[in-house]
């Protein structure tokens, strides 16, 4: 079973400021995805890179995947209360392998 | 993208009895999965289901207590037999985008309550 770290387990920011989620492992992914989660809901997919060293762009989420692909990197800039929600970064080994999940990082926004 | 829809969207249950778990993609998926989230927890993958054939469980959960079934590619159950409160959790049935293996969508989830 290939871990997945996530940190820190929880952030509370104002609106405005930025905020960085991390996710690390010693072991090499195929993919990574990251998804947002709200009370009440299932998780929602933000995103999936599958490079080493790809960044992707989503609005105010900037999403990197390590040169060697064994982290990644979730950066919010300018957080607004509606960016509040759990944030789970899930790997999966190969193509065909089974998705692992981090233990989730929760971020609350406040006005 | 998949769009994925479950039902019931929340139940309270008495120990001892079961609940099953409808899924239903709206694409045809080889493999659909079940997953359970405890509250303040991470997703664990309870089991694979594939069309036509056992579901694949992963350890620390059986058929016995987990029976899932996929009659066709867009639809499968989980039951959650004799229940008790240990298994109050939110139960997500989950599949791969059309045209893409790495990526899997999520439904909104089962929230199970045991009394």
């Known amino acids: 079973t290939q871990l997945l770290e996530q940190s820190p387990q929880f952030l509370s920011i104002q609106e405005g400021e930025n905020l960085t989620v991390y996710c690390n492992s010693s072991s090499v992914f195929s993919s990574l995805q990251w998804y947002r989660q709200e009370p009440g809901e299932g998780p929602v997919l933000l995103v999936t890179?599958?490079?080493?060293?790809e960044v992707k762009k989503l609005k105010r989420l900037t999403f990197q995947f390590g040169d060697a692909r064994k982290d990644s990197s979730l950066h919010i800039t300018a957080a607004q209360p509606g960016d509040t929600g759990l944030y789970l970064c899930a790997g999966r080994a190969d193509s065909w392998g089974k998705l692992q999940f981090g233990a989730g990082t929760q971020v609350v926004v406040t006005p | 993208s998949a769009v994925i829809s479950q039902k019931p969207s929340r139940d309270i249950c008495q120990r001892g009895t079961s609940l099953t778990i409808q899924c239903q993609v709206d694409?045809?998926?080889?493999?659909m999965f079940w997953y359970r989230q405890q509250p303040g927890q991470s997703l664990t993958l309870i089991a694979t289901a594939n069309q036509g054939s056992e579901a694949t469980y992963e350890s620390g959960f059986v058929i016995d207590k987990f029976p899932i079934s996929r009659p066709n590619l867009t639809f499968s159950t989980l039951t959650v037999s004799n229940m008790s409160p240990e298994d109050s959790s939110i139960y997500l049935c989950?599949?791969?985008?059309?045209?893409?293996?790495?990526?899997?969508?999520f439904g909104p989830g089962t929230r199970l309550l045991v009394l």
């Open positions: 890179v599958v490079t080493g060293g």
């Open positions: 694409s045809q998926v080889t493999m």
């Open positions: 989950s599949a791969p985008g059309q045209g893409s293996q790495e990526t899997q969508y």
